[in-house]
């Protein structure tokens, strides 16, 4: 049972730290004074957004948050 318990601490560490630079990766939300002066215009990018490279990123920060807290309460119970 110590070694299931450290083999999935491993695992929760690598998915704590590859979570966090998937966050920092991504980009904010907020427009800056580009969008305060243009307005909120439909781009080629904003419609295809989930094959870009930010959507991508969006993605799997949703599967590494879902991996985080199912590893959470593994963790927890053993």
């Not at 070694?3 to 427009?31: D, N, R």
């Amino acid at each position: 049972m110590d070694i299931l318990k450290a083999i999935i601490t491993i695992i929760y560490v690598i998915i704590c730290i590859t979570l966090v630079v998937v966050v920092l990766m991504q980009e904010g939300k907020s427009a800056g004074l580009t969008g305060s002066i243009n307005g909120v215009a439909d781009t080629y990018w904003g419609k295809n957004r989930g094959r870009s490279m930010e959507g991508a990123l969006e993605k799997f920060t949703r599967y590494l948050a879902l991996g985080f807290i199912v590893l959470s309460v593994v963790l927890n119970i053993i």
